[in-house]
């Protein structure tokens, strides 16, 4: 299986890039949350990569972060009527700390709002993954459980726009408002490796 590619970016839409990897251009279906983190097209870009093997198709599937392929897997592997194409689109709408939040507090109805998603999915969802979720970290933060089939699955989603998000929740935005102001900010941006969360917030404030 291919874990991650890196090379160079020929091309990018809101959810699909083309990476060429020494000569050969690999076609890769992506969220719309690791579409806003792609460098510029001929720059070099890393994704970590889940492949889903089909009868009569190969598709493979890349994210900015580690923790988000792994939940994508999650999505797949553990709850019933859910396929890469609507894993794709949870994983679109809300940011991974959003996401595994709302399962941990068991927000169907925030979850309900992702397309492809109907309240009794989204119930199904937060019954069959909030265990694969485990407690939340200090400061709110809930980890992914360790699984067999995922085995990176138990690092932390801890990052900048994870704090950012909580920030604002904690001065009253709702969480998809922080959620959607912080991805605005952290795209503003641009790649930065010293992202903090004073810069986020100042952007989504300084709009």
Same mark, same amino acid.
């Given at each position: 299986m291919i874990v991650h590619l890196k090379g160079r970016l020929v091309s990018a839409s809101p959810l699909a890039c083309v990476v060429d990897c020494g000569g050969l251009g690999y076609e890769i279906l992506i969220p719309l949350t690791t579409a806003e983190k792609l460098p510029p097209a001929g720059a070099e870009v890393f994704l970590h990569t889940h492949t889903v093997y089909r009868e009569d198709s190969q598709s493979l599937y890349g994210f900015a972060d580690a923790a988000d392929r792994d939940f994508f897997r999650l999505l797949i592997e553990k709850v019933s009527g859910v396929g890469p194409k609507v894993a794709l689109g949870i994983l679109s709408k809300l940011a991974l700390p959003v996401l595994t939040q709302a399962i941990h507090d068991g927000n169907a109805g925030l979850l309900a709002q992702t397309p492809?998603?109907?309240?009794? %999915? #989204?119930? @199904?969802?937060?019954v069959e993954l909030r265990d694969k979720i485990g407690p939340a970290l200090p400061g709110?933060?809930?980890?992914?459980?360790?699984?067999?089939?995922?085995?990176?699955a138990a690092s932390a989603i801890a990052s900048p726009e994870h704090d950012a998000v909580l920030a604002l929740v904690a001065l009253g935005y709702k969480?998809?408002?922080?959620?959607?102001?912080?991805? %605005? #900010?952290? @795209?503003?941006?641009?790649?930065?490796?010293?992202?903090?969360?004073?810069?986020?917030?100042r952007k989504v404030f300084n709009r």
């Open positions: 492809g998603i109907g309240k009794k %999915t #989204a119930e @199904r969802l937060i709110g933060r809930p980890a992914l459980a360790a699984s067999a089939s995922s085995p990176g969480l998809p408002d922080a959620d959607q102001a912080v991805r %605005t #900010a952290a @795209r503003a941006l641009g790649p930065n490796e010293s992202l903090t969360v004073e810069a986020l917030l």
